[in-house]
């Protein structure tokens, strides 16, 4: 059955998401939203909670504990306190692999709500600045970027893949038309990801190279 989708959805194009699918950064962003806590005059909540209750689109976990916050509001606060905790590193081999899938000529780029200004720092730290076609921040609606990233690249939704950790991600894939591919190393465990069907979950970045042979 796997051969015979991967015969039918040859991946050419892969749009990443980037917190908890390149780039390690869960504890960074959870200690600077909880300083937006304390600026927001609430006490923080643990990692346990807040892996438990964030979700995407990223105002639904804001509005639950701030129901009067904005994303304005928010975003200003965000991009403060992200720049004043420790930076984030990678997960393992994915500059290897990021090189490994430029070799074989899949176009890439970046779709996250992970702030654009902090966003750029991070891949600029990480060199990966040449592995991507576009890199998108800021983003409310995956959707609608999805689609609008395939459109300035040509891409055909059949060969291109979303590659997230969470379920806004692959029902956001889903609706876009494009094939879906969880992580399981992400922000979110793999048994929640798989309640949503994504069309492939793995458990290593390395599954990328035999999903586009």
């Known amino acids: 059955m796997e051969d015979e989708i991967k015969k039918k959805n040859?991946?050419?194009?892969?749009?990443?998401?980037?917190?908890?699918?390149?780039?390690?950064?869960?504890?960074?962003?959870?200690?600077?939203?909880?300083?937006?806590?304390?600026?927001?005059?609430?006490?923080?909540?643990?990692?346990?909670e807040y892996k438990r209750e964030f979700t995407l689109p990223y105002m639904v976990f804001w509005n639950k504990y701030f129901?009067?916050?904005?994303?304005?509001?928010?975003?200003?606060?965000?991009?403060?306190?992200?720049?004043?905790?420790?930076?984030?590193?990678?997960?393992?081999n994915v500059k290897k692999i990021l090189k490994f899938l430029k070799q074989k000529n899949i176009?890439?780029?970046?779709?996250?709500?992970?702030?654009?200004?902090?966003?750029?720092?991070?891949i600029k730290d990480y060199k990966f600045q040449k592995f991507f076609l576009e890199i998108n921040g800021s983003v409310h609606d995956k959707i609608e970027t999805i689609i609008k990233i395939m459109k300035r690249n040509n891409f055909n939704p059949n060969e291109t893949a979303?590659?997230?950790?969470?379920?806004?991600?692959?029902?956001?894939?889903k609706k876009a038309k494009v094939i879906t591919i969880a992580v399981s190393w992400g922000y979110q465990p793999k048994e929640k990801l798989l309640k949503e069907n994504p069309k492939f979950l793995i458990n290593d970045l390395k599954e990328l190279n035999k999903l586009i042979q």
Request: net charge negative; hydrophobic share 40%.
């Open 10 to 48: 040859m991946i050419k194009n892969i749009i990443f998401d980037w917190s908890g699918v390149l780039s390690n950064d869960l504890i960074p962003v959870y200690r600077a939203s909880m300083l937006v806590f304390k600026k927001l005059g609430k006490e923080p909540i643990s990692l346990e």
């Open 67 to 92: 129901p009067e916050l904005t994303k304005e509001e928010e975003d200003k606060l965000f991009l403060k306190e992200i720049n004043l905790v420790d930076e984030p590193k990678s997960f393992p």
């Open 107 to 122: 176009k890439l780029a970046i779709l996250s709500s992970h702030p654009q200004e902090k966003l750029e720092k991070e």
């Open 162 to 173: 979303y590659v997230g950790d969470m379920t806004h991600d692959i029902k956001a894939g």
